[in-house]
Nanobody
Framework: EMQLVESGGGLVQPGGSMRLSCAAS???????MSWVRQAPEKERELVAA???????SYIDSVKGRFTISRDNTKNTLYLQMNSLKPEDTAVYYC???????????WGQGTQVTVSA
């Protein structure tokens, strides 16, 4: 069964950069993958997604600042975050969806805090 483990979160100042990683136990080439974030008392939101074939999409608020990528040779998903804002503060979760069944898998999340 697919297992996902996020890493790379922590405290960063506004305007700073951070890269999140998601290590997968199964071959990531069989999955559409995404990063989802949730702040306390706020709605969960899909931040960025990358399909099995490589196409990407982003929520408007992070376009031009965040980049989602994958390395299927390492079974790893990445989220490069630049020009971070306090509004980016949230727990970031890695999600994987198997292309043929639609089954979804989630990581445990990693906290990102943007504060001076």
């Amino acid at each position: 069964e697919m297992q996902l483990v996020e890493s790379g979160g922590g405290l960063v100042q506004p305007g700073g950069s951070m890269r999140l990683s998601c290590a997968a136990s199964d071959f990531t080439g069989n999955y559409d993958m995404s990063w989802v974030r949730q702040a306390p008392e706020k709605e969960r939101e899909l931040v960025a997604a990358i399909r099995r074939e490589g196409s990407t999409s982003y929520i408007d608020s992070v376009k031009g600042r965040f980049t989602i990528s994958r390395d299927n040779t390492k079974n790893t998903l990445y989220l490069q975050m630049n020009s971070l804002k306090p509004e980016d503060t949230a727990v970031y979760y890695c999600n994987a969806r198997f292309r043929w069944s639609g089954n979804e898998y989630w990581g445990q999340g990693t906290q990102v805090t943007v504060s001076a």
